[in-house]
T-cell receptor, first 117, second 114 residues
Framework: GAGVSQSPSNKVTEKGKDVELRCDPI?????LYWYRQRLGQGLEFLIY????????KSGLPSDRFSAERTGESVSTLTIQRTQQEDSAVYLCASSLGGGRPSYNEQFFGPGTRLTVL | QKEVEQNSGPLSVPEGAIASLNCTYSDRGSQSFFWYRQYSGKSPELIMFIYSNGDKEDGRFTAQLNKASQYVSLLIRDSQPSDSATYLCAVNSPLYSNASKIIFGSGTRLSIQP
């Protein structure tokens, strides 16, 4: 594909349900990031995958949040037992990754808007 | 903790004037510096990048980098109402060989007044 894609674009769920969000990065991009953005707020880093290295999970807000990535392709972010405070836009971004400065340029997907009722 | 700091604003600038946005960072090993623009309800989009000390110009935008002082700035000349958005500064923080983590500032909200 030409860019980063995310699905679903919108998700409405009931409190206590589990949700799974998907990100398809640009082909060949080894780095993948997940961010959360609450209404009117900045980007909140959640997790970072770089190639086959162990992911940086330092931004995950609780053990209800987890993410996986299969090799250097699709990633899924799972939120278990959703709470109303989880309502936000979840953004995925990918980059080439690697040693050159230009490889750090991030390309963002359109986001998934999650609403927890 | 590696940090990127921005003034949250809002920064209000009259139409046609120069808007100046500033960002400071803490990791002296940083090599890549990016400015993203985010309109309300949209994803961030890259508008400028700079890797070397000095100025880099692209149309009405100029990015300035001073590694000794650890700051990067974005100037927008002839500001237009369409420039009203949140501007995010992003900086790489080297981790290990051939890998970096990108750190975003919290963004500066810019409002261009007609």
């Amino acid at each position: 594909g030409a860019g980063v894609s995310q699905s679903p674009s919108n998700k409405v769920t009931e409190k206590g349900k589990d949700v799974e969000l998907r990100c398809d990065p640009i082909s060949g991009h080894t780095a993948l990031y997940w961010y959360r953005q609450r209404l009117g707020q900045g980007l909140e880093f959640l997790i970072y995958f770089q190639g086959n290295s162990a992911p940086d999970k330092s931004g995950l807000p609780s053990d209800r949040f987890s993410a996986e990535r299969t090799g250097e392709s699709v990633s899924t972010l799972t939120i278990q037992r959703t709470q109303q405070e989880d309502s936000a836009v979840y953004l995925c971004a990918s980059s080439l990754g690697g040693g050159r400065p230009s490889y750090n340029e991030q390309f963002f997907g359109p986001g998934t808007r999650l609403t927890v009722l | 903790q590696k940090e990127v700091e921005q003034n949250s604003g809002p920064l209000s600038v009259p139409e046609g004037a120069i808007a100046s946005l500033n960002c400071t960072y803490s990791d002296r090993g940083s090599q890549s510096f990016f400015w993203y623009r985010q309109y309300s309800g949209k994803s961030p989009e890259l508008i400028m990048f700079i890797y070397s000390n000095g100025d880099k110009e692209d149309g009405r935008f100029t990015a300035q980098l001073n590694k000794a002082s650890q700051y990067v700035s974005l100037l927008i000349r002839d500001s237009q109402p369409s420039d009203s958005a949140t501007y995010l500064c992003a900086v790489n923080s080297p981790l290990y060989s051939n890998a970096s983590k990108i750190i975003f500032g919290s963004g500066t909200r810019l409002s261009i007044q007609p």
